[in-house]
């Protein structure tokens, strides 16, 4: 049961350019997200985060777009950067504790 | 250490043997995840303890599967009598309180191969 979906395996981009990672869920009762980066042989590392009552959070070139009636968010990173290039995972949560991550996106930026 | 850190590393075994990964959260971290990553796929949950106590163990993939934490600290693991689709990067993370909404922290994950 995939809850949270990234459809887009990989993305490829030029440097200075905008990225953007598409994630949708499909429990409503998640009201609380968040993106991940991870380099290979690396554990994910928190990117940023947006809660419910929000519909956009932004953090220096890292931009969260929630839609909460289409259950999407984005990230936004401008300008890319070749070392933006990682995969990027969205999570979920409910409640508690537990959260749920989609597949993930492999970014590339080139230089 | 500042980090979640994990042991081993790497492992590989022999299908039907056990195998215990351990995990040392980041200190003062109440809370404490487990997840797995296998080829090609996404970060599936496996089990959240809060303290000692695992209020969610839904992720767990069948009864091979235990994980404990002794002491609010650090979790291990166990996979009995392992089959190769386990093959898969187990990561731990941690983060300050299950009870709000808090990042989590991952380690840099144990990469199971089971011949």
């Known amino acids: 049961d995939q809850q949270v979906k990234q459809n887009s395996p990989s993305l490829s981009v030029q440097e200075g350019r905008i990225s953007i990672l598409n994630c949708d869920y499909t429990?409503?009762?998640?009201?609380?997200f968040l993106w991940y980066k991870k380099y290979p042989a690396e554990g994910p590392t928190f990117l940023i985060s947006?809660?419910?009552?929000?519909d956009k959070n932004e953090d220096g070139r890292f931009t969260v777009f929630l839609n909460k009636s289409a259950k999407h968010l984005s990230l936004h990173i401008v300008p890319s950067q070749p070392g933006d290039s990682a995969v990027y995972f969205c999570a979920a949560s409910e409640s508690l504790g537990d959260m749920r991550f989609g597949a993930g996106t492999r970014l590339t930026v080139k230089p | 250490g500042a980090g979640v850190s994990q042991s081993p590393s790497n492992k590989v075994t022999e299908k039907g043997k056990d195998v215990e990964l351990r995990c040392d959260p980041i200190s003062g971290h109440t809370a404490l995840y487990w997840y797995r990553q296998s080829l090609g796929q996404g970060l599936e949950f496996l089990i959240y303890?809060?303290?000692?106590?695992?209020?969610?163990k839904s992720g767990l993939p069948s009864d091979r599967f235990s994980a404990e934490r002794t002491g609010g600290s650090v979790s291990t693991l166990t996979i009995q009598r392992t089959q190769q689709e386990d093959s898969a990067v187990y990561l731990c993370a941690s983060s300050l309180s299950g009870v709000t909404y808090n990042e989590q922290f991952f380690g840099p994950g144990t990469r199971l191969t089971v011949l």
């Open positions: 303890f809060q303290g000692n106590s695992a209020p969610d």
């Open positions: 947006i809660s419910s009552i929000k």
């Open positions: 429990n409503s009762m998640f009201d609380y």
